[in-house]
């Protein structure tokens, strides 16, 4: 058994792993979207216009992105666009701890979350590296999972 | 290329459903607050110590605007302060404009020395012909570590 085989049937599983972790971190942003623009603007990258713009339009697009992921629709997007998302995250952390910024992290939840640490980061590149797996094994197609190329596949018989 | 054409389409569906949902928000973004947040490092940052907030509190020449939410408000403030609760300002921000005199000095406070929704607030009152308004750099919790006095109780809105 390849190690590509051993990962197939964990796929269906990330999949809507991602959906439901996307879900549940957009709905209290969604909720409280000024509370998260606060969150956004203690990572001083943007400004305060850009922090209000990013507060609106993250939880949407974490939002759609579950959805997609959820229902199987257009999957390939989806998983760079939710790679995209965590790969973000795990930049915006990491130079937050390096700065030395203390301030929550506003990933799931609007201004209560544990302070950003080594903990923090190291879940932000967990999520990260997993969603580039779902990235590498989705098909334009809109399949999650199946044989990644025809090289992997037997040759039809004669 | 078709899986970056489908991401792009997804991140325009969730900008759309972003705006939309911000829009109904009743606690959403007012855009005019971005706006706002966008133009602020055009207008001049006009601060006033508390000791000369304190002078023109005596001479009665300023207007003192608490830019706090409702129940601080009411629990402690410079005598004779109008409320004028951050967002509740950018959602109808005719309720205080209208029939004010743009000639008056305004102070505004919150309770902190400094707070970055201070700068836009600012931005925004000028824009709008507001020049002599100013942010009370040091705060209320300047103002009462002075001993200077303050009301405690239901106070006026805007």
Known sequence: ?158 | VRTAARAAALAALALAAGAALNLLHPRGVPPRLVAAAAREREVPWNRITVDSARALFGSGRAVFVDIRERPEFDAERVPGALSLPFLSYFRAPSSFERGRDPDSIYVVYAFEPSRPEGRTLLARLRGRGFARAAWMYGGLSGWLERGYEADRGPGAGP
């Open chain 1, 1 to 158: 058994v390849t190690g590509r085989r051993r990962i197939e049937p964990v796929l269906p599983a990330l999949r809507l792993g991602f959906a439901a972790l996307l879900a549940w971190a957009c709905a209290d942003k969604l909720l409280h979207p000024y509370a998260f623009a606060q969150d956004v603007a203690g990572y001083r990258v943007f400004g305060p216009a850009l922090s209000y713009a990013a507060a609106v339009f993250v939880p949407a697009l974490e939002l759609v992105t579950a959805v997609c992921l959820a229902a199987g629709v257009w999957l390939d997007a989806a998983a760079l666009l939710n790679a995209g998302l965590m790969t973000a995250f795990l930049a915006l952390v990491l130079q937050a701890f390096f700065r030395k910024l203390a301030i929550p992290c506003g990933c799931f939840s609007v201004g209560g979350d544990a302070l950003i640490g080594p903990l923090k980061i190291l879940e932000n590149a967990v999520f990260a590296a997993l969603s580039w797996v779902l990235v590498l094994r989705a098909r334009p197609s809109g399949r999650a999972h199946g044989p990644a190329s025809p090289r992997g596949a037997a040759p039809p018989e004669a």
